[in-house]
T-cell receptor
Framework: DSGVTQTPKHLITATGQRVTLRCSPR?????VYWYQQSLDQGLQFLIQ???????AKGNILERFSAQQFPDLHSELNLSSLELGDSALYFC??????????????FGPGTRLTVT | AQKITQTQPGMFVQEKEAVTLDCTYD???????LFWYKQPSSGEMIFLIY??????QNATEGRYSLNFQKARKSANLVISASQLGDSAMYFC?????????????FGTGTSLTVIP
């Protein structure tokens, strides 16, 4: 158990809908990262937050948004869902936001299926 | 150009033998980090090892070592004394520094099968 929790574990929804994925980092970790893993695109970095502020932005679509709250949990919002958004969404946390402390702890992932 | 290249889609290794998983990277940022992750069939992602671009010595973590050859831009993972539980997908990743936006890039992965 990495100490990172993600809810829900599975999510099935229809095209055009909006969903929210939630992540709680390990106790004491200030950084949260979101990744998408799909069969056709592989693993992609979406976004990183550090202590409530956006630190880095990857291949995150405009239909997607994220935030990190004062209690450090994070939410990833996916809207106007398309079939191609079906993927495993991972959250990871680390103690800092820099390269200096590198160890990332991954949550179990949320499997999103868009029908 | 691909930022991370893993040229071995699948590898087999005999139990107790060592295996090397290849990874090459491409960046112009002098500050970067290299990572290896393991993803078993159960789906979770497990961090294995990290190498910073300024680190002088190769990183080691138990049976894992990272063979860092900066001039060749390679960061191969060496697993010694393979165990059946090492069968999994292995991903190489790179994080660039703040000059280039702290971006993360992943390779396509290598599927490792350990044979008893």
């Amino acid at each position: 158990d990495s100490g990172v929790t993600q809810t829900p574990k599975h999510l099935i929804t229809a095209t055009g809908q909006r969903v929210t994925l939630r992540c709680s980092p390990r106790s004491g970790d200030l950084s949260v990262y979101w990744y998408q893993q799909s069969l056709d695109q592989g693993l992609q970095f979406l976004i990183q937050y550090y202590n409530g502020e956006e630190r880095a932005k990857g291949n995150i679509l405009e239909r997607f948004s994220a935030q990190q709250f004062p209690d450090l949990h994070s939410e990833l919002n996916l809207s106007s869902l398309e079939l191609g958004d079906s993927a495993l969404y991972f959250c990871a946390s680390s103690a800092t936001g820099s390269l200096d402390l590198y160890e990332q702890y991954f949550g179990p992932g949320t499997r999103l299926t868009v029908t | 150009a691909q930022k991370i290249t893993q040229t071995q889609p699948g590898m087999f290794v005999q139990e107790k033998e060592a295996v090397t998983l290849d990874c090459t990277y491409d960046t112009s940022d002098p500050s970067y980090g290299l990572f290896w992750y393991k993803q078993p069939s159960s789906g979770e992602m497990i961090f294995l090892i990290y190498q910073g671009s300024y680190d002088q010595q190769n990183a080691t973590e138990g049976r894992y070592s990272l063979n860092f050859q900066k001039a060749r831009k390679s960061a191969n993972l060496v697993i010694s004394a393979s165990q059946l539980g090492d069968s999994a997908m292995y991903f190489c990743a790179m994080r660039e520094g703040p000059n280039t936006g702290n971006q993360f890039y992943f390779g396509t992965g290598t599927s490792l099968t350990v044979i008893p």
